[in-house]
């Protein structure tokens, strides 16, 4: 078999302008339904609720992450950088493409819920019996396998690893330049093309020249800003809860054996814990929210408002706290009671700086599979140094959050309760 | 009530950067469930197939018309042209925003098969009881049917239609760029603030400063190759194809009271043509992709098989003719047939230029709807003269059309026929 | 001596991001002398007067026209093919960087006058004693004789001539990407890296695949669209026409033996036609730009009116005529010639289109060297074809152009003289 | 007189798009020769040598700041601002037009060595007999002096000094955004729209909204990347260094009473220190670069070198220092003249972060007219707080530098001595 497509092929992208196909076994992967599925999957989950370009899928993203990655090894084959182990190359390209296959639809609310891993699905997906897995066997036996392991990070070769999972790797960098793209919130554009030229393969290592130190500044202060202004924006945290609460409601009737108007195969195997690969991948954002759509109308009055508002785009407003109060709290969720609301459902406190927050942290020693290899700089004497050593930018955002945090609420019965609500509350929610 | 807002509302979008709100009405228009709809319905239908980037909404499309619109009559505001009829300003701003509220699930291919015209449901929608009824009728008891004329083209002052609905309106203005943005193919951008500077309101009509005449060359050019390149690509052609046959199919077995797996309220309503605006609004593209992964599993296997190629982008292939030869058609309708081929379904010609093809014809006068008003100049005599008399240019591309023609099929059971098929088709086919 | 730079060389470029320098060849030329004069002369000469941003220079240029030569050679040699002569690569590359060695200031409007060309000062500089010739020497002693042999197009290769002198060559691709990104007009954006990915070196000719025509239909209209605007603007005309009588005063007074205040060396061999390499080098745009601002003080009050006119941009204004009528030109000559104008200097007809107007024709057969090769569309029979035979757009604008003329004057005078003036010329000149 | 014109008159620029013209004394303005002579001197002087796109002039930004401005107060009169006195709006656009107009070639170095200032040439030029006074006097007698007083910070109405001069003026995020556009380093973009529509005009300052505060982060952190990539390159210092050296080299000679070959009239002026305001006029960049090309010919060997190594771009290199060591310098100040090198020329120690660096600083109490209005947020309660009290990123960027200094020197001389220099020294200099 020949692994070289005879003409390379091309698609257009509006963030790389072209993505080219050289390798026959990467054209048969893109070409699979469980890679196709990803069409079906959002990029940035309920973001195009506040920023309504940003209704890109992963499909999208996973073709920008393999042309990052070619592009790299590429640069490496051209300049023959002797810490490049050139027979990686299908692999690392592979793995670049195939590295979200098993996101679920809207996956972080999803996956808090139900206790999944889109990771865990994607080596599911690449070692059960699927097109994939049958496309990556012609390749060898154990190709596959190593796929999984670059992705589960266990491959022995780490320089593999790094390329897509890193401080700077190809994922970071597609997602950044895509989401800055279709959101139209340019804060997200570095020099990407500056950045390939300085890359170089070091001791099992993608580190980053020196000459190129201003690139990676311009670059870090890029993704801080597209974390505070984007990936935590307050209306999509919004967006996140009612999901979520979604959910959990679901999953609570179905623990109560509710009776549900509409359940088709592939949610009750969600819901009771039994799913197997071949439906999870039926489980698209269109199926999500078709279940959406039917239980609008389901007789179960939480639900269907939570539904109502997810569609609808009726969120829940915030305030801002700078100090959580037990005792505040606990008032708000006793007034909440009293005019008949669920204090479960409909209130919510949101602390950003909670989650993954991906500012760059050179020393992050989490343990577990968060941590990410820091960013070297390689000097002209072939030295390598962390880049807050030497970059006072970098150094003065490491470490930076913000401390405040929300309460999370449905707006509309407060309203109406008028007076029902102490003076207190009645300030607190500006009413 | 006050029809502004004390602080205008912004959107971020990625085509005009910002889209300012600022009357109540727009404001509560768009928060109204039938408006937030239109994120469910892509703008370009199945070009995503083709180009990986067209996955924007009509939302987001909605959005640009009217922000287009806003800014074509704020310049004539800001200069006080007799020839803009001030009173009618929330008018066009409502019709720019909701023209196509009535768009269902991939509309093109719906109509053809259910007869069924986006036009229509647009005014159902704005005249019974919904939400955005109830918005407009805030305004003024007779509002929606004036919003519905202006869409219809029926309402009395034509200034007011031809902002939405000329052959350079803002619908058109906004697909354009907004097309061009999302797919990556540059080729749709023009200069719209050198546009928007241009246009005049003359004898109830917009028209052109011939100043601007190079301005709007390039714009009818971008329109061309955006034609050719975007919206008449022979495989978002084949996926239409593959669409309209799904269509057809449900429609035929429902007809034969095949009994279906999957059947809910919406789409039987649909089939049997009972469909009311409630459940219209119900069947979005999340709605129609839930339905196609069910069918998947039917145990009619030609709606399985052409689920199946849509979800998982297994389109036919074409080649080209140059002469359609009823002979040559029939020989292959029979061959298709020895083979176990549905002709009526595995065989489809298509001739893009018979399309509503929207090169800029000046006296296009086929009556019935379609027809736009051409683009006229004004020159510093304060005479009018249609475009075509002017520019050689636009001369030269004028009724320029294309005439071959493209036979679909799909071409995995002819690769197996192998020597079943005889050697003229085999040629044919490139076998 | 190693021919390669070790780490290759980066020049920061709006237009291709990067211009990437790896022969220490090139490195050394562009460092010469003559070459970084190229600072010194504007790409588009006057243009600026009309378009502020348009303050390029040729030595930007000249790295363009580098670049994308180097991108096309690198992408035969990536995909070896066997059309392209692998050896003659720098040579390639050097002519295309030194291209433009010989421009003048303000060319075209000095070559009118004297009657010089640039191609042969290009050419001088090449082989006699200057530091580009040195460098080119060190190449081989034929070197720089080679080089300009591609310059005049006498070189036996014909596929190295094609590379900067055909229909679509590196040069015109340059300058229509740099001068629109410069004039901020952007009609003149084609997508570059298209037709890069789609030229094939066949039979010693750059020609194009033919799935790469519609990329090739936008280039040509961009070209189109940037002549009529941009180059051939009448304000830009009328700055050349005020340049190019700057240069015939001076002239005419030297010939009188007029005594200048200020004629330094350079200048004066200019004016007596003994202008040596050496002297030339000094002629550029500051030199000259300098002696205007002294002769902006000199006696001759035609001269210092004209400097005045050039420097603080008092350009002339013009009337369109569509009929060159000898009738009415006398007249306006001798009503000129009344009021104390010099019709030599004060009246100037221009005919744009008799410019050696680029517009695509597949049959120029002028003889002389201004004809070019044709763009050729390679099938996949690998066929060849002229573009016109398959392209209805681009049979549409050939031989397009535009017949009026304008007649540039002086207003001011024309003011003044009031009612001395008839009538009918008062209304021409409308006053 | 109408001091609107009918039609309003534009200019393309590519930052800005187009820039409006519509008032008649803006018209006149920039018709001016003394306005026009800005297109003679380049915006960021020598940086051209660094990145050969910057090579636009003060005549194209003049005009951005003039837009900005517009824009600015166009949004405040919108909106009915109580806090923008209507009435000051010519006065402030005039302002912005002309605040640079005293600027001369190479400013920076020409003031450091003749210790002129353009800021009083500004002055003078608007208050002395130049067109510029007599279009400004068709206002009012006190115009011009009140243009001047803008410019000077003496004007009594605080806001329309802060709109030209402030952290976050018109100036400054005109030359942000245009040498972005123009080197090709696009660090400099910062959303424009964004911050034009959350400035407010409060208590006799330009503040910023709250909400808008993300914007103003990101202009700073632009800034920040601007100043030590563009404007801090030790590449362009080396030609200013250079340029001084001409300066003072010239200066020197002719109070030796030199015999120049070459010394016009305005260039003897600026060296006696008697010039006018016509003459200094005279001194654009075209002239100084004429006088640098005859002064390469000039019997003085290092003044011919200076100029010589100005025009050919054959500038100094440099090595890094952390610490000035006086001793160290003494000794290669002694080797360099062993070697007939002139220390007074040939060797320059530069320390950037002592130039007025740039970086946000709320407290700056330099006192003198360095000082600028610190950037100040407006809550929703109309309270007013300097940036750095709530945002961490500007904190943590306020007050960085880099410490370290560069020592300028020719590099051949040091190559041709060999072993006449020491082993330190040769090392130090990497010989």
Not at 192 to 202: A, D, G, Q, S, Y
Request: aromatic share 12%.
């Amino acid at each position: 078999m020949n692994p070289y497509i005879t003409e390379e092929k091309v698609f257009k992208d509006p963030v790389h302008k072209y993505i080219y196909v050289q390798d026959q076994t990467i054209w048969d992967l893109i070409n699979t339904k469980e890679f196709q599925r990803l069409r079906r999957i959002r990029q940035l989950g309920t973001s195009y609720l506040t920023f309504h370009g940003a209704e890109h899928s992963r499909f999208s993203h996973s073709l920008g992450v393999y042309e990052i990655t070619r592009k790299i090894i590429s640069q490496f084959e051209r300049n023959d950088y002797p810490g490049w182990p050139r027979e990686e190359k299908l692999l690392a390209l592979c793995a670049a493409l195939l590295h979200d296959l098993g996101h679920g639809p809207f996956s972080h609310s999803l996956e808090e819920v139900f206790d999944t891993h889109h990771e865990e699905w994607t080596c599911n997906i690449l070692l059960e019996d699927t097109e994939v897995n049958r496309v990556l066997r012609r390749v060898a036996d154990d190709f596959p396998g190593k796929v999984a392991g670059v992705i589960q990070k266990t491959y022995p070769n780490p320089i593999v690893i790094s390329l897509i999972s890193s401080q700077m790797d190809a994922d970071r960098m597609d997602y950044l330049l895509r989401d800055a793209y279709f959101t139209g919130v340019h804060y997200g554009n570095f020099d990407l093309e500056r950045i390939l030229r300085v890359l170089r393969p070091v001791q099992g290592k993608i580190v980053v020249k020196e000459s190129g130190m201003h690139a990676v500044e311009h670059y870090l202060m890029s993704r801080y800003q597209m974390y505070w202004q984007i990936y935590f924006h307050p209306v999509t945290r919004s967006s996140e809860i009612i999901l979520r609460q979604i959910f959990r409601r679901a999953k609570e009737l179905f623990e109560q054996d509710y009776k549900f108007e509409w359940m088709p195969g592939p949610i009750k195997q969600l819901l009771d814990g039994t799913i197997t690969v071949k439906s999870y991948l039926k489980l698209d954002e269109a199926y999500v929210q078709a279940a959406f759509l039917h239980w609008e109308d389901e007789e179960d009055a939480l639900l269907a408002e939570l539904c109502n508002r997810f569609l609808n785009r009726r969120l829940y407003k915030y305030i801002t706290m700078t100090n959580p109060d037990d005792t505040l709290l606990e008032e708000i969720s006793l007034q909440f009671t009293s005019i008949g609301l669920n204090p479960e459902y409909h209130m919510e406190i949101d602390f950003p700086f909670d989650q993954p927050y991906d500012v760059y942290r050179p020393d992050s020693k989490k343990g577990g599979k968060e941590e990410k290899t820091p960013i070297l700089l390689l000097d002209e004497q072939d030295r390598l140094s962390e880049i807050s050593a030497k970059s006072d930018i970098v150094r003065s955002i490491t470490g930076l959050h913000q401390g405040e945090y929300h309460l999370y609420y449905p707006e509309e019965p407060l309203i109406e309760a008028g007076t029902k609500l102490s003076p207190a509350l009645r300030e607190l929610f500006k009413l």
